[in-house]
């Protein structure tokens, strides 16, 4: 199904403007984002053709199923919180059955995890994207050569500047495991090449060494440790790191960049948003949407303030939101019997009419 589907059949029950629109904290060139909520047609509800979410290609119009998104609120998801939070003048189309999930019946003390959850889960993208700008990784992967030294007394030499002063070529290399010890082995060379020894490794992609025999008794040219551990570490940063570079906005980057900032500044200033809702419902029991302080929040999207006060902002309110838990009148968690007995009141009035 798709959501053209959806409008034709008449099955969406609540639509609404969610995202920067909805709190107030949209600019020239912000999109607008649509959330609500449908239910199927009886015979894929009832038989194998279950479908919890049906979205465009960007995500910015994004439709849940009825169970699904009740499902999601008794989770305290913070997003789907907000959208059934949504203001009047937010929401775009509502079915009355829809008022019979009203947001007491969520609200709770479960909701102090799931959004502090949600804004550490932000701090870690932005300090992601602060060690990725920080430190860039070179197009071309190192090569297991890199991660491989010579072992002379108590020190070691990177391999390929022992390879260099000694003139030789790795392909003439023969290596031999050291018994009873990880990733430590004999190298040998033959620069006529007659010995047929396989080299260090097969080629630039390689991930492991090479093995050659070696006719016993033959004179040992030095001892090398492979440090598998760090080059593990690095094939996993290079490939995280150029995944970022392909699937990263290019133009939230530059805009980072340009303000001199070396972390998401949009994700950051939607950090501490959810951190202000999350202290209101701690203290008030309920979500207004519209954000009262545009200019403060703007102000962190715009790269105003730096990664620390940033920072600061956002452990004063987990701190603020902890203190608050502790004198709130919420329930530990959702009223789960009767969220339930609602979903299934719904849906008998939705099937059987």
């Not at 390929?160 to 495991?177: I, P």
């Not at 962190?300 to 902002?313: C, F, P, T």
């Not at 603020?320 to 019997?337: D, G, Q, R, V, W």
Request: charged share 20%; glycine share 4%; proline share 3%.
């Amino acid at each position: 199904m798709t959501i053209d589907d959806l409008k034709a059949q008449n099955l969406i029950l609540f639509e609404v403007i969610s995202g920067s629109r909805a709190f107030g904290l949209a600019t020239e060139t912000s999109d607008t984002d649509i959330k609500g909520v449908f239910y199927l047609p009886k015979d894929k509800f009832y038989g194998l053709e279950y479908i919890p979410q049906i979205s465009n290609e960007t995500n910015d119009i994004v439709y849940y199923e009825l169970g699904r998104f009740v499902e999601l609120l008794l989770k305290s998801n913070p997003n789907i919180l907000e959208v059934l939070a949504s203001a009047p003048d937010c929401i775009l189309y509502q079915h009355p059955i829809m008022q019979q999930l009203t947001l007491d019946l969520f609200l709770s003390q479960q909701t102090k995890q799931t959004f502090a959850h949600y804004a550490m889960s932000q701090i870690k993208k932005a300090k992601g994207l602060n060690k990725k700008i920080n430190n860039p990784i070179e197009v071309k992967r190192k090569t297991v050569l890199d991660f491989c030294y010579i072992i002379q007394g108590q020190h070691a030499y990177p391999l390929t500047n022992w390879l260099s002063e000694k003139r030789f070529e790795q392909h003439l290399c023969g290596l031999v495991n050291i018994p009873h010890s990880r990733d430590l082995y004999a190298l040998f060379y033959d620069a006529s090449g007659d010995c047929g020894y396989h080299g260090i490794i097969q080629n630039d992609d390689s991930t492991e060494l090479c093995l050659s025999s070696v006719k016993v008794g033959t004179t040992v040219n030095a001892y090398l440790s492979f440090n598998r551990d760090s080059f593990s570490s690095h094939c996993r940063d290079y490939k995280a790191y150029w995944q970022w570079v392909e699937k990263r906005n290019e133009q939230r980057y530059q805009s980072n960049i340009k303000s001199g900032n070396d972390f998401d500044a949009k994700n950051m200033m939607h950090t501490i948003r959810l951190l202000q809702v999350a202290h209101e419902i701690m203290t008030k029991g309920t979500i207004t949407n519209k954000c009262a302080n545009r200019d403060e929040l703007l102000a962190i999207k715009n790269g105003q303030l730096s990664y620390d006060e940033i920072m600061h902002i956002s452990e004063t309110l987990l701190s603020k939101i902890e203190i608050a838990s502790i004198t709130s009148m919420l329930p530990e968690t959702p009223n789960f019997t009767k969220a339930i007995a609602q979903l299934v009141k719904m849906r008998e009035l939705l099937y059987n009419h």
